[in-house]
């Protein structure tokens, strides 16, 4: 491996990588600039079991998207609809709680839930959320609203983003999802998501929860109109808000799914592009815990294989997942825990089932099921 390394460039790279180094941003183009997609792999994996070992985690874990009405309406989703439009709905408290009743005998861990930038619910609403989810789950831990919604929240109800965290949290809220991050660079805002808030502010809103000892992770929507020297900027700046606040439990690339979107005639990213974003995130966020193959962007084939390219996490079972189907994603809705635990194994990688804070639930070693 050692030769293919060097003919591939990467000999510097591998030295640091060896020696516990941290990359810069001209390695990081390095890494994206590079054809040889088993080399890159190779030293993201090298991270990978460094930090992870064969570790490889998922979650049992619902789905849930509250609204989809949206102010923000960004061209790169499929999701959002403006209030009044045919497909635009928001489902009332109870109907939640029905949904989290419905499923109440699966062994689920986690809630995840995220809506669009609704003008106009109140506050109370989002409280109602919390609370009915934990009447009927009142173990689960919620993973809710993205740090835009968070800050549309703070804004729209003139509280500072601590207050709004800290009302939240004594609602039940848990931790914060990664999403709205999409690029941090001005330019690619300004041209897809012109209405929401900058790349600073989303990380000013994450940080802000982590001093309060929240948890959170982070996206990056990549393969549409961002050039590579924008993606590594948004890790730099994910790498650089990490190190100040340590909040971060996961780095997840998502690929962009252009149908029924404003930038439909963009193709998305191939899959070597998407192993290569899972394996620069490992090399280059060399202080994220885990990073995640997100099987419904992906497929669960390539998350399988990017196991071996930096990924120590296939996020969940999922089940109702609205905004990459809406935007043409032919995987599943959902995923069950046994495929999950299949793909791991075959994979040879240890599968571990865990709490959204990475706690071990059970290890599907070979002998079978919890
Ligand atoms: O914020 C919108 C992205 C995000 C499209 O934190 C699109 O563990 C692809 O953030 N094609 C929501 N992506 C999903 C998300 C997420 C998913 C799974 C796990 C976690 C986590 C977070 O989806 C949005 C936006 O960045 N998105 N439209 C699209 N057409």
Request: charged share 25%; proline share 3%.
């Amino acid at each position: 491996m050692k030769n293919r390394i060097a003919e591939a460039g990467l000999a510097g790279i591998h030295d640091k990588v060896i020696a516990g180094q941290r990359l810069d941003g001209k390695d990081a183009l390095h890494l994206y600039r590079c054809t040889d997609i088993l080399a890159v792999g190779y030293l993201a994996n090298l991270v990978r079991e460094r930090i992870n070992g064969d570790r490889t985690y998922f979650i049992y874990n619902q789905h849930i998207n509250y609204s989809n009405i949206c102010t923000n309406l960004c061209s790169f989703c499929a999701f959002g609809r403006r209030k009044g439009d045919a497909l635009a709905y928001e489902m009332s408290v109870d109907e939640v709680k029905e949904k989290v009743r419905a499923r109440l005998d699966e062994p689920i861990v986690e809630i995840h839930m995220v809506g669009g930038i609704h003008p106009d619910l109140p506050f109370d609403y989002y409280l109602g959320l919390l609370r009915g989810i934990k009447e009927v789950r009142p173990d689960v831990h919620i993973q809710a609203f993205t740090c835009v919604e968070i800050a549309h929240l703070a804004e729209l109800y003139g509280r500072s983003t601590e207050q709004t965290l800290t009302a939240l949290r004594q609602a039940g809220l848990g931790s914060l999802p990664g999403g709205g991050a999409e690029v941090f660079s001005p330019r690619i805002r300004e041209k897809t998501c012109r209405d929401k808030l900058s790349g600073e502010d989303w990380l000013e809103v994450a940080q802000t929860a982590h001093r309060q000892g929240l948890y959170t992770n982070a996206t990056m929507l990549y393969g549409h109109l961002e050039t590579i020297e924008e993606r590594v900027d948004h890790l730099l700046a994910l790498r650089g808000a990490q190190d100040d606040t340590g909040g971060f439990l996961a780095f997840i690339p998502l690929a962009f799914h252009p149908r029924n979107t404003a930038l439909s005639t963009l193709s998305g990213p191939t899959g070597i592009d998407d192993l290569k974003n899972i394996a620069v995130a490992r090399l280059v966020l060399d202080n994220f815990p885990h990073i995640k193959a997100y099987w419904v962007m992906i497929g669960p084939k390539l998350a399988q294989l990017a196991l071996s390219f930096g990924a120590d996490d296939m996020d969940g079972t999922v089940k109702e997942e609205v905004i990459t189907h809406m935007a043409g994603a032919e995987t599943e809705q959902a995923i069950g825990s046994t495929t999950l635990i299949e793909l791991i194994r075959e994979a040879g990688r240890l599968p571990v089932e865990r709490t959204t804070l990475y706690e071990t639930i059970a290890e599907h070693g070979d002998d079978g099921h919890r």
